[in-house]
């Protein structure tokens, strides 16, 4: 493996995070779906050693690239890709390959311990149709990929199956499969391709064919009875799509909700909100970067300089401002490496159905699937359960218009005070606004339903598994824990939904805070008083101040040192709580969290804290080019601020929107006046 070099020029991260490296455009198996085998543009690459390839991955380094995908063609086609797989990972990059699993045996032990997930494509299990799908006779051999893999023991293999109405019969016997071999399965609709790549052409249209039949040894027969291959090309149906739903709580089954969403409300009509050239970059088999997208690629910017270079030329500038999204064959474009990562940069309602399928997935492949046993999960009731979640979220919160700038996370408008979005209910200060857009995706939002189930899955669950398996607390009672973690996610994300959005006030949260108080009484039962416990406290006493669960019933999570999340929580409570609660709530906060709800108590009549001299402090406002502290905002001067947030370098943005949070704070009585909507809100629900 080649060493890592190090840089001798630094160069300021970008936001192009994400790659897509085409190492090879070659390929061993001749998909009807697929066009790299087929068409002309794809011929003739030279492709990159293993020097050169290493340089790009330094330069993409540079660029601010963490995630990489090596595809094709078929990776292991390429004679470098162990090394240069190994190289990326030597970066500190997340890598992620995809293999038809035909010729990939002797790589298993250079590749699969160096990448993030291993990606097996297996539509069927049955000979006859893998050949019909695929063109060629090889299941046997991504079979034996798949079993090598499991052998291996790197827990990083994903199979991947795309439904269609040709093989939607199969399901449960792939599911089954997955389940019998303790990997996981993500079961995907069919992408709706673009430039005719959805056509399945004559089998003998080109030489190229004839020779990759020829290199794997066996001729292409059609089966008895058919005339020819099977067309897999079908875009996801609703019969598909209602089979892949049922699928949501199975073990070892992944769905990609937001996916599924897309699909239904895409408008043909409309730009497609693509990320490619803007988030990520799309690199060629011999290095160029490819124009618009692989899908539609038929321009390039060739690598004869840097790539920090590249990324500026005027070519390169133009297709990503004027040509993606905007095309013909761009309009109706389902592709989803490309279009899914654009769900991550804005904050509507598909991005919280990624987010609900992301969380789903953490619970199911870190914690559910891994236990011994299959926990007994009531499906049905899941199952409605999410339907209700998914009425609220399709037909009761508002459809919020695109944002003013592509830059921008979501649409805002200022209010003089502060600024008022679509989802939520009154206003945001400034500060929280350029908060948020001083994160590097929609995922740090500060009011996102996901904010507290990160804390789930990411804190509160590996704490309680560590107990478990030291004996501090009953292994059984863990399990029961982790088996009722589906029906938490679902009662808080309808809890904090009716509570914090716009549109949802007449939602019930009654039955949502009865799981949540249910779930925190029983979890807080088991704690025993140790350090790795308080970490447990901290997020179940997250969960029950945001919702509004009485301060009574949080005494035994009080939390008097301070935590990451404590000011989070207390302006939560400044935009909620009644005021007779505040004091109550206050005990249960550390000093500095807990003073500014004594402070709006102490002080009734809303004095202003000396330290508060208006929307952002003056250090922050130097550092976004204000000499001053800033007033009233007008609109023109919150686009301003906010596209100085997202000019700042990452190191600058470090700490940034903690900062923000702590001014607000300064200035409790602001919140009090900002949250008055939500407080007679949760008022009228009461005595509804």
């Not at 290199?215 to 996801?236: C, D, F, H, I, V």
């Not at 969403?261 to 970059?281: G, H, M, Q, S």
């Not at 390169?316 to 490496?337: I, N, Q, W």
């Amino acid at each position: 493996m080649i060493a890592r070099t190090t840089p001798t020029t630094a160069v300021p991260q970008s936001r192009l995070q994400s790659a897509r490296f085409y190492i090879t455009f070659r390929c061993n198996s001749l998909c009807g779906y697929c066009n790299v085998w087929q068409d002309d543009k794809f011929k003739g690459y030279q492709e990159l050693t293993l020097e050169r390839a290493c340089q790009i991955l330094d330069e993409l380094y540079e660029l601010g690239v963490r995630y990489i995908d090596f595809t094709g063609g078929e990776p292991v086609l390429h004679p470098h890709i162990n090394g240069i797989v190994q190289y990326a990972k030597s970066l500190g990059m997340t890598v992620e390959i995809t293999s038809n699993g035909i010729r990939f045996a002797k790589h298993i032990d250079a590749i699969v311990p160096y990448v993030d997930t291993m990606n097996v494509s297996l539509d069927t299990l049955r000979p006859d149709r893998y050949r019909q799908i695929r063109g060629v006779p090889t299941l046997d051999r991504a079979l034996d990929v798949i079993q090598r893999v499991i052998a291996a023991g790197s827990g990083n293999l994903k199979l991947i199956c795309v439904v269609t109405r040709e093989n939607v019969d199969e399901i449960p016997d792939l599911l089954r499969f997955a389940q019998e071999n303790r990997i996981t399965v993500y079961f995907s609709g069919m992408f709706d391709y673009f430039d005719e790549q959805d056509t399945v052409r004559d089998t003998n249209r080109t030489a190229r064919k004839l020779k990759l039949i020829e290199q794997n040894g066996k001729p292409l027969a059609a089966p008895a009875g058919r005339a020819g291959r099977m067309n897999e090309s079908e875009p996801t149906t609703d019969l598909v799509a209602a089979e892949l739903i049922r699928l949501l709580y199975q073990p070892f089954a992944l769905i990609n909700l937001h996916f599924r969403k897309y699909v239904e409300n895409l408008d043909p009509t409309a730009p497609t909100d693509c990320y490619a050239n803007k988030r990520i970059l799309t690199v060629g088999p011999d290095g160029r970067l490819v124009l618009p997208c692989y899908h539609a690629f038929d321009n390039s910017v060739q690598w004869n300089r840097p790539l920090r270079e590249l990324v500026q030329d005027p070519e390169f500038l133009r297709v990503r401002d004027e040509e993606v999204g905007h095309r013909t064959e761009c309009r109706g474009c389902t592709v989803f490496p490309y279009i899914g990562l654009s769900f991550s940069y804005r904050f509507d309602k598909i991005f919280l159905y990624q987010a609900i399928s992301e969380e789903i997935a953490k619970i199911k492949t870190r914690f559910v699937d891994p236990l011994p046993h299959q926990l007994a999960l009531d499906h049905d009731a899941l199952q409605a359960s999410y339907a209700e979640l998914e009425k609220l979220i399709d037909n009761v919160l508002p459809a919020p218009l695109p944002p003013l700038s592509s830059d921008h996370f979501y649409r805002f408008e200022a209010t003089g005070t502060g600024v008022a979005t679509e989802f939520t209910t009154g206003e945001l200060s400034l500060a929280e606004l350029l908060g948020d857009h001083a994160q590097a995706e929609c995922w740090g939002i500060q009011r996102s339903p996901h904010t507290w189930m990160r804390l789930v899955y990411r804190d509160l669950v590996p704490a309680l598994k560590e107990l478990a398996d030291a004996g501090m607390i009953p292994q059984e009672a863990y399990e029961t824990l982790v088996g009722e973690l589906y029906e938490v996610q679902l009662a808080w994300w309808q809890g904090y939904l009716a509570r914090y959005y716009r549109g949802c006030e007449n939602a019930d949260t009654q039955g949502a805070q009865q799981v949540l108080a249910r779930f925190i009484e029983r979890t807080t039962a088991m704690l025993p008083n140790v350090p790795r416990a308080t970490r447990v406290r901290e997020v179940l006493l997250h969960a029950g101040c945001v919702l509004g669960l009485a301060p009574e019933q949080l005494a035994p999570l009080a939390v008097h040192s301070s935590f990451p999340e404590a000011s989070l929580i207390a302006k939560h409570l400044l935009l909620t709580a009644e005021h007779f609660d505040l004091p109550k709530y206050a005990e249960l906060l550390p000093a500095q969290a807990a003073e500014p709800l004594r402070l709006v108590v102490e002080e009734p009549d809303g004095a202003e804290d000396p330290a508060w001299h208006g929307h952002l402090d003056a250090e922050t406002a130097r550092l976004l080019g204000y000499q001053d502290p800033v007033g009233a905002v007008d609109q023109a001067t919150a686009e301003r601020l906010v596209k100085a947030v997202l000019a700042l370098a990452a190191q600058q943005r470090a700490g940034f929107a903690e900062r923000l949070l702590a001014h607000e704070l300064c200035d409790p009585q602001a919140l009090r006046r900002r949250g008055v909507h939500l407080r007679e809100r949760s008022v009228t629900r009461a005595h509804g």
